[in-house]
């Protein structure tokens, strides 16, 4: 399942990649002695030319800049969302929040969405089991997992979930009975859902924190399930 995932993933970004690719291939072939190391591609040459304009002319404030990028690595992604997962499996009452108001129930924790985004959590049972995916461009829960992977956002996956969602789950490595129903949700600009992973068995007496560590990114997007724990004897 491993070999098959990476080789989806890897299709799915081959597309975003080839033109770097080629051009990368074809100044090598011009320069024979070329050492071998990666080189940025265009759209990164020209994003770094951008931003050095726009700061030399005085339009952006590089600290703002600076405090932008800590925001989406350090302060927003998965771990936002695994705590608020985490608190759910331990907390019926938090649970039932979580699913009736989502936004609210988020807030209570500390963290908020976008203005004018609406967050809807989708449960996983025994029975269903939910996808979330954007078939228009790539609309993604960003304030509690982050930015969103490359291959969330490729063709392959936008348009293929919505018509051969088990298929496309079963090439991520994720093999489900068919007794199980697969639900797709489309998120929108105004509309976002995560996924309520089932809690792994052999969990009962770990700690939120402990909980949290067992939810990835691709849990709440619904491409995989929470890890089991090693605690439980599955790992």
Same mark, same amino acid.
């Given at each position: 399942?491993?070999?098959?995932?990476?080789?989806? !993933?890897?299709?799915?970004?081959?597309?975003?990649?080839?033109?770097?690719?080629? %051009?990368? =291939?074809?100044?090598?072939?011009?320069? &024979?002695?070329?050492?071998?190391? =990666?080189?940025?591609?265009?759209?990164?040459?020209?994003?770094?030319?951008? %931003?050095?304009?726009?700061?030399?002319?005085?339009?952006?404030?590089?600290?703002?800049?600076?405090?932008?990028?800590?925001?989406?690595?350090?302060?927003?992604?998965?771990?936002?969302?695994?705590?608020?997962?985490?608190? +759910?499996?331990?907390? #019926?009452?938090?649970?039932?929040?979580? !699913? +009736?108001?989502?936004?609210? +129930?988020?807030?209570?924790?500390?963290?908020?969405?976008? *203005?004018? *985004?609406?967050?809807v959590? $989708?449960?996983?049972?025994? *029975?269903?089991?939910?996808?979330?995916?954007?078939?228009?461009?790539?609309?993604? &829960?960003?304030?509690?997992?982050?930015?969103?992977?490359?291959?969330?956002?490729?063709? +392959?996956?936008?348009?293929?979930?919505?018509?051969? #969602?088990?298929?496309?789950?079963?090439e !991520?490595? !994720?093999?489900?009975?068919?007794? $199980?129903?697969?639900?797709?949700?489309?998120?929108?600009?105004?509309?976002?859902?995560?996924?309520?992973?089932?809690?792994?068995?052999?969990? %009962?007496?770990?700690?939120?924190?402990e909980?949290?560590?067992?939810?990835?990114?691709?849990?709440?997007?619904?491409?995989?399930?929470?890890?089991?724990?090693?605690?439980?004897?599955?790992?």
């Open positions: 399942m491993k070999t098959t995932r990476r080789r989806f !993933l890897q299709t799915a970004a081959t597309a975003a990649g080839a033109a770097a690719t080629q %051009e990368l =291939a074809h100044g090598q072939e011009q320069d &024979p002695d070329h050492e071998h190391q =990666a080189a940025p591609s265009d759209m990164t040459l020209r994003v770094k030319a951008l %931003e050095s304009l726009l700061v030399e002319k005085g339009f952006v404030d590089p600290q703002a800049l600076d405090a932008v990028v800590d925001t989406y690595e350090n302060r927003l992604g998965p771990h936002i969302g695994a705590r608020v997962i985490a608190r +759910a499996w331990s907390d #019926p009452a938090f649970k039932q929040r979580l !699913l +009736a108001d989502t936004d609210a +129930a988020i807030e209570e924790m500390g963290f908020g969405g976008q *203005q004018g *985004q609406r967050m959590a $989708v449960e996983n049972t025994p *029975q269903v089991h939910n996808v979330i995916v954007c078939t228009l461009c790539s609309c993604y &829960p960003w304030s509690v997992l982050g930015l969103p992977p490359m291959w969330y956002k490729s063709t +392959a996956y936008r348009s293929r979930t919505v018509i051969d #969602p088990r298929g496309v789950l079963q !991520l490595g !994720l093999e489900l009975p068919e007794r $199980v129903e697969v639900r797709v949700w489309d998120s929108t600009a105004d509309l976002r859902y995560i996924v309520l992973p089932e809690r792994p068995p052999g969990t %009962e007496n770990l700690s939120e924190e909980l949290a560590a067992l939810v990835s990114r691709d849990a709440m997007i619904g491409v995989a399930k929470a890890q089991p724990s090693r605690e439980g004897g599955q790992a």
